[in-house]
């Protein structure tokens, strides 16, 4: 089955606790991000792949590293998490066709991560 | 990319059409529309997208304006299962800015 998968599904931890969410994708695709979503402000982009070793800085990357060295994986790394990275988090991935038509992302099912 | 305007919320009759309009005054020729919803706290889910025609899938239609600066996605007969945020989103790029959205709210 295609699908994205993220884990954990569910964090609680402390400010300062390096953790990582890890994001998998069985479909090949060369495009991965991350979104975080927030109570009012809606879906927003923390960082974004567009293939191994090249990565992007979405619009709040601020406090969160990623990696990608496979076309499978691309994990969130928070080195020092604080409070006001509470939120629930979003993996998603898409082929990058030649044409801009249907550029379909997948989601993963969310990781809710709570600092405190 | 576009900007867009959706209504904060709608409701709807079981069974009845759900119509969620969209605009998008600023969209430029190549960029396209696109519809995602987002169930609950899900991840969200593709719906449908389009360029310039009407279009049409098992989960729904999309009427783009000739002028292409509005949109209205077309939920023919909604059920409850339907009650989630739908986004629209135009782009042409594979990055994506996801609005506030509507949340349309599906009523027995």
């Not at chain 1, 927030?38 to 923390?46: H, M, S, V």
């Not at chain 1, 994986?73 to 979003?90: D, G």
């Not at chain 2, 576009?2 to 969620?20: F, H, V, W």
């Given at each position: 089955?295609?699908?994205?998968?993220q884990?954990?599904?569910?964090?609680i931890?402390?400010?300062?606790?390096?953790?990582?969410?890890?994001?998998?994708?069985?479909?090949?695709?060369?495009?991965?991000?991350?979104?975080?979503?927030?109570?009012?402000?809606?879906?927003?982009?923390?960082?974004?792949?567009?293939?191994?070793?090249?990565?992007?800085?979405?619009?709040?990357?601020?406090?969160?590293?990623?990696?990608?060295?496979?076309?499978?994986?691309?994990?969130l790394?928070?080195?020092?998490?604080?409070?006001?990275?509470?939120?629930?988090?979003?993996?998603?991935?898409?082929?990058?066709?030649?044409?801009?038509?249907?550029?379909?992302?997948?989601?993963?099912?969310?990781?809710?991560?709570?600092?405190? | 990319?576009?900007?867009?305007?959706?209504?904060?919320?709608?409701?709807?009759?079981?069974?009845?059409?759900?119509?969620?309009?969209?605009?998008?005054?600023?969209?430029?020729?190549n960029?396209?529309?696109?519809?995602?919803?987002?169930?609950?706290?899900?991840?969200?889910?593709?719906?449908i997208?389009?360029?310039?025609?009407?279009?049409?899938?098992?989960?729904?239609s999309l009427?783009?304006?000739?002028?292409?600066?509005?949109?209205?996605?077309?939920?023919?007969?909604?059920?409850?299962?339907?009650?989630?945020?739908?986004?629209?989103?135009?782009?042409?790029?594979?990055?994506?800015?996801?609005?506030?959205?509507?949340?349309?709210?599906?009523?027995?």
């Amino acid at each position: 089955e295609a699908q994205v998968t993220q884990n954990p599904r569910y964090l609680i931890t402390v400010t300062g606790k390096k953790l990582t969410v890890t994001c998998s994708q069985n479909m090949n695709h060369e495009y991965m991000s991350w979104y975080r979503q927030d109570p009012g402000l809606g879906l927003r982009q923390i960082y974004y792949s567009m293939n191994v070793e090249v990565t992007d800085k979405g619009d709040v990357p601020e406090g969160y590293k990623v990696s990608r060295k496979e076309k499978r994986n691309f994990p969130l790394i928070l080195e020092s998490p604080s409070p006001n990275q509470t939120s629930l988090y979003f993996c998603a991935s898409s082929p990058i066709p030649l044409l801009a038509d249907l550029l379909e992302q997948y989601f993963g099912p969310g990781t809710r991560l709570t600092v405190t | 990319d576009a900007k867009t305007t959706q209504p904060p919320s709608m409701d709807c009759a079981e069974g009845r059409a759900a119509n969620l309009p969209c605009n998008h005054s600023t969209i430029s020729g190549n960029e396209y529309v696109y519809w995602y919803r987002q169930i609950h706290s899900q991840g969200p889910q593709y719906i449908i997208h389009g360029l310039k025609n009407n279009e049409t899938n098992e989960m729904a239609s999309l009427i783009i304006t000739e002028d292409r600066k509005s949109s209205t996605l077309i939920l023919p007969h909604a059920t409850l299962r339907d009650t989630a945020v739908y986004y629209c989103i135009v782009r042409v790029a594979v990055d994506m800015r996801f609005g506030a959205g509507t949340r349309l709210t599906v009523k027995p």
